[in-house]
């Protein structure tokens, strides 16, 4: 019911050892091939609806006056437990500080989309634009001043830059106001271009052939409701069924067996095709159709040289021409991506050698690690694609899951019918092409410009890009945008610079004039604020102030902020360096095609609190410090004592949501060289990767508290709603010898969050991966994964895991610090019956007092045994006060452990 499909692998030697690499084709298992569910399979609905109304209730606790049907649909309460939809509430932030801005003063400068720039900028008479606005706030002199932003939207032409002349600035809106990079199209003449009704085609059965993937049997729960089963023995009643069902895409059909699979008509409404040869199985849908014509053409004026982007008239995002189509807002893979290609390329041949790094010395070695204690990478070499130029992952052998040095393929090869395109079509342009790629396994996607297309051969060559992650590898799932021959559905967009025209698809039966209500954003950065460790931009705020529309940064430079997994463009739509005590406050983050907010090398406490960020192209927040990572070929690199990074920075009250548009390598918050975060009461969900990303130790005292995590890692795997790497040491003046020189970092506390690790966030609520030290995970409520002990001095504590499938599993106690062992006490532990039910192993552990439910727990080992028969091998030491109990609690109870926990 769920087989595999082609997706490639490849054969290969690393660039050390030369740059051989043989493409073929392989399967590379059902992760590659079916959609991420938002439940774990069987898990019983009443556990599910427990839950999901608990994080319902949690989430008005934490933040009140949210809108919270925008959480209820995200929590899927209406389709999966039936329950009533909360009536919809304005914004509340839009009016939250006009109480403060009464009268006229002469430290405040006045906005108004009715002013002029000629005006002084009195409240009377206001100035029109924020860039006026701004520098007539200069000419108040030193001190607090207010530029105060009345109701309204301003499209800014170029970026608004801030410096040290602008501390003590409270920039403020007075009502809903939204800074926009987008640009409102002329008054264009729209003619015709493609305008035809709809054909449905021919329904084209095909026998022995399986397209069950990613559905549910009917025997199964939670239902995939894209693709729900039932049982049927006639084939020809599931045609039927499909052929009258409007959202029908296509049906699969299995015939008798022994296995749940048994008699199952499956209708899809997706656009999964992904077809494998298997007896007594049917499958069938449409060919030859194609949906209603829509599209019309009008010719730009001379200033428009491109069009990256562009937005509706109610502000949602149009996407450029794109096979296979998908909404990139609304569909989550596998929609919209073809699975696998034919073939892969070889990675491009080096332009350099790689510099390797290779440091250790005294600080370093006070973590007392027995493993990740040498701070390495390479320069150059594979490299050269990042900026600086330096990975961890581009020396020769890289440690950590799987590692290998740096690559990329080449291009691919794609099979016949995965894209509108045959032998004699023409791709004249192909070289304006951009091709979106899974790296296989998912844990980061890359974009490619692309040198070459041969339709013939179906073979692309890439140019540029494969640097949005830095861990490189085989490629995967694909698709491609910006080809005129790809325009065929409502809302896509193509622009031909050459002879500047527009085509656009629009919904059926439009007769499109003037603008048709488009834009396009032209604006990468709304807001740049630069200071520095030496003059910072002291006590700037933005108080309700709306950010949206800028382009896409995917295709700019990215970096390797640290050892962990990530790479990052140091780039953000609202972007600070070199500030303390920040303020961004009731502001609104939406449709930005990058990070929506950077905090980049110096900051000290800043504050960002009470925004929300929703459908972002990268990450809501990411904080990034900055070491010296080429100079004397590298040696300086793990050297943070200058104090060039964030610094106690209290990130609270957030709604982050939506996230990873493009790039989906991204999180709620990510943080790299950098120290002291607390991040408190925010909801963070519906996430193509994690929650909130610590891609090193560095100082560490980080606190985490009082969040709620859910929908994470909706298109990516292997990973966590909270996730943490540490495998490069850093030297600070802030860890727990603080004044001092010293890699030992101060411990992170995570407590009293609602962590739900569903979708591809198999790997436990709290994902301490490679190198990850020094963590107090005590008193969250976690659901569904399993709990990391990879490392050392892991202390996990009075948590209630509920349907975990493992806990402790085959970590070692030790973990890689032997005079810190990992812990594992006070817990209330849920196994899922469905999976490895596996506690920790024989060997000499520091657990206690944790109460197990589940039907057959064991500690795995060469010989499985049970916790009592553990503890009576000795019963002094061996899991003292735990409790094994064979039934699972109802899911009230369960919600009931969490409640207590959490204070609801």
């Excluded at 200069?138 to 032409?157: C, D, K, N, W």
């Excluded at 106001?177 to 264009?188: F, H, N, R, T």
């Excluded at 959202?247 to 296995?259: K, M, N, V």
């Excluded at 390598?665 to 990303?693: E, I, P």
């Amino acid at each position: 019911g769920s087989p595999t499909v082609k997706s490639g692998t490849m054969a290969f030697s690393l660039y050390a050892i030369g740059l051989l690499l043989v493409a073929h084709t392989t399967s590379v298992g059902a992760e590659a091939t079916t959609g991420y569910v938002p439940d774990q399979p069987n898990t019983p609905i009443d556990f599910i609806c427990a839950y999901r109304r608990f994080a319902f209730q949690y989430a008005q606790k934490l933040n009140p006056d949210y809108d919270h049907s925008i959480v209820f649909d995200a929590l899927m309460l209406g389709s999966l437990c039936n329950d009533t939809r909360p009536t919809p509430r304005a914004h509340a932030y839009s009016q939250k500080f006009t109480h403060s801005v009464g009268g006229v003063r002469d430290s405040t400068i006045y906005v108004a989309t009715t002013g002029k720039d000629s005006n002084p900028g009195t409240q009377a008479s206001p100035k029109a634009t924020v860039k006026a606005g701004l520098d007539a706030t200069r000419s108040l002199g030193p001190g607090p001043r207010t530029l105060q932003i009345e109701a309204g939207t301003y499209y800014l032409s170029e970026t608004l830059d801030f410096s040290d002349q602008d501390s003590d600035l409270t920039v403020l809106g007075n009502g809903e106001v939204w800074l926009s990079g987008a640009q409102k199209l002329d008054d264009l003449k729209w003619e015709q271009y493609k305008v035809a009704p709809a054909s449905k085609g021919v329904f084209t059965i095909t026998n022995n052939t399986d397209n069950q993937n990613g559905c549910t049997p009917g025997s199964r729960t939670p239902p995939n409701p894209q693709c729900m089963c039932h049982t049927d023995p006639d084939v020809h009643n599931c045609e039927r069924t499909c052929i009258v069902d409007v959202d029908c895409q296509s049906f699969a059909w299995s015939g008798p067996s022994s296995d749940s699979w048994s008699n199952q008509c499956c209708i899809h409404k997706d656009s999964v095709w992904n077809l494998k040869p298997l007896p007594n199985h049917v499958v069938g849908r449409y060919v030859g159709g194609h949906p209603e014509y829509n599209i019309w053409k009008a010719t730009l004026g001379d200033a428009w040289t491109q069009v990256p982007q562009m937005r509706t008239a109610t502000g949602a995002r149009s996407p450029r021409a794109r096979a296979p189509n998908a909404n990139p807002e609304t569909d989550q893979w596998p929609t919209g991506w073809v699975l696998g290609a034919e073939a892969f390329l070889p990675p491009k041949p080096l332009k350099t050698q790689p510099t390797l790094v290779n440091v250790s010395n005294a600080e370093i070695a006070e973590r007392g690690s027995t493993t990740f204690n040498v701070y390495g990478g390479g320069i150059n070499g594979p490299c050269e694609v990042f900026s600086p130029p330096f990975s961890y992952w581009c020396q020769l052998h890289p440690s950590g899951g799987g590692g290998f040095q740096y690559f990329v393929p080449g291009g691919y090869q794609w099979s016949e019918g995965d894209i509108p395109l045959n032998a004699t079509s023409s791709v004249a342009k192909s070289n304006e092409w951009t091709v979106h790629m899974w790296r296989r396994s998912h844990w980061a996607n890359w974009m490619f410009d692309v040198d070459s297309v041969d339709v013939l051969n179906r073979t692309v060559v890439f140019g540029r890009g494969g640097f949005q992650g830095c861990r490189g590898g085989p490629g995967s799932d694909w698709y491609i945008e910006n080809e005129l021959a790809f325009l065929d559905h409502p809302g896509e967009f193509y622009f031909d610079k050459d002879s500047r025209t527009l085509y656009y698809a629009f919904n059926a039966s439009v007769v499109p004039s003037g603008s048709a209500g488009l834009s396009v954003p032209l604006v990468q950065t709304l807001v740049n604020v630069n200071g520095s460790q030496a003059h910072p931009v002291k006590n700037l705020s933005f108080k309700n102030i709306g950010f949206r529309d800028t382009t896409p940064t995917y295709m700019e430079p990215h970096g390797v902020p640290s050892g962990g997994d990530w790479a990052l463009e140091r780039r953000a739509a609202v972007f600070f360096e070199g500030t303390e005590s920040l303020n961004i406050d009731a502001c609104r983050f939406e449709r930005l095609d990058s990070n929506a907010l950077m905090l980049s090398g110096y900051h000290r406490d800043a504050v960002i609190q009470n925004n929300e960020f929703a459908w972002t192209g990268g990450s809501a927040v990411a904080a990034w410090g900055f070491t010296d990572e080429i100079t004397d070929n590298g040696i300086h690199g793990f050297d943070g004592t200058d104090g060039n990074h964030p610094l106690n920075t209290r990130v609270t009250g957030n709604v982050m949501r939506e996230t990873g548009i493009w790039e989906k390598q991204s999180s709620c918050w990510f943080q790299a060289k950098t120290a002291r975060t607390t991040l408190s009461n925010n909801l963070c969900f519906n996430l193509a990767r994690a929650g909130f990303n610590f891609n090193d130790g560095f100082a560490g005292g980080d606190f985490v508290t009082h969040n709620l995590i859910f929908n994470s890692c909706r298109e990516s795997a292997d990973h966590g709603p909270i996730n943490s790497w540490d495998r490069q040491p850093y030297v600070t003046m802030y860890g727990l010898k603080e004044g001092t020189p010293s890699a030992l970092m101060k411990p992170r506390n995570i407590t009293r969050n609602f962590l739900v690790g569903n979708y591809g966030g198999s790997n436990g609520a709290i994902d301490n991966d490679d190198g990850s030290e020094y963590y107090r995970n005590n008193h969250n409520f976690q659901v569904y994964g399993h709990q990391k002990f990879k490392v050392g001095d892991i202390e996990s504590y009075g948590n209630v895991l509920a349907y975990v499938s493992g806990f402790g599993e085959h970590w070692p106690s030790s973990g890689n610090i032997p005079t810190a062992p990992n812990q594992m006490h006070d817990n209330i532990v849920v196994f899922h019956p469905s999976g490895s039910q596996q506690y920790h192993g024989q060997e000499p552990w520091v657990a206690y007092n944790n109460t197990l439910y589940g039907p057959a727990v064991t500690l795995p080992g060469k010989h499985p045994i049970n916790l009592l028969e553990w503890q009576a091998e000795d019963p002094q030491h061996n899991d003292v006060g735990s409790k094994w109990i064979k039934e699972i609690p109802s899911g009230e109870d369960i919600v009931n452990f969490g409640k207590a926990l959490l204070g609801v």
